[in-house]
C-alpha cells in the first residue's frame, strides 16, 4: 500500500514561515508528477503548487513568490516553503502525487491525509 505523509503545518502569524512536508511511503515504483493543495473552510480545493518529474513547476497566482516547492526523488518527498504567509492562506493542505506501484504500469492519484495551517492576523 502506498500512502502520503504530510508534516509541518501549525499556527504561525502574518508574515511568518512554514514548510510542509509529504513523503511517500510503500512499494512505490516511479512518481510523476507532486503537488500541494488546499482548501479553507466552506471553499472547495485548489491547486497551491505541482511540481512534475521533468519540466516547469506551477504555481496558484495567490501565492507566487511567496510559495516555493520542491522535491527529493531520492526520498519520494515533495516541500513547499511557504513564506510572507497572509490569514488568507489558512487552510488544510493537501499532498498530492501520481505514481505508480513497484511491478504495475497503471498510474494512480493517491492523497495524503492532510495539514492544518493556520495564519493569524
Known amino acids: 500500500q502506498v500512502r502520503l505523509v504530510e508534516s509541518g503545518g501549525g499556527l504561525v502569524q502574518a508574515g511568518g514561515s512554514l514548510r510542509l512536508s509529504c513523503a511517500a511511503s510503500?512499494?512505490?515504483?516511479?512518481?510523476?508528477?507532486m503537488g500541494w493543495y488546499r482548501q479553507a473552510s466552506g471553499k472547495q480545493r485548489e491547486l497551491v503548487a505541482v511540481?512534475?518529474?521533468?519540466?516547469?513547476?506551477v504555481y496558484a497566482d495567490s501565492v507566487k513568490g511567496r510559495f516555493t516547492i520542491s522535491r527529493d526523488n531520492a526520498k519520494n518527498t515533495v516541500y513547499l516553503q511557504m513564506n510572507s504567509l497572509k490569514p488568507e492562506d489558512t487552510a488544510v493542505y493537501y499532498c498530492?502525487?501520481?505514481?505508480?506501484?513497484?511491478?504495475?504500469?497503471?498510474?494512480?492519484?493517491?492523497w495524503g491525509q492532510g495539514t492544518l495551517v493556520t495564519v493569524s492576523s
Open positions: 498530492n502525487a501520481v505514481l505508480r506501484r513497484a511491478l504495475e504500469l497503471r498510474w494512480l492519484e493517491v
Open positions: 510503500g512499494s512505490i515504483g516511479s512518481i510523476n508528477k
Open positions: 511540481i512534475p518529474s521533468g519540466g516547469s513547476t
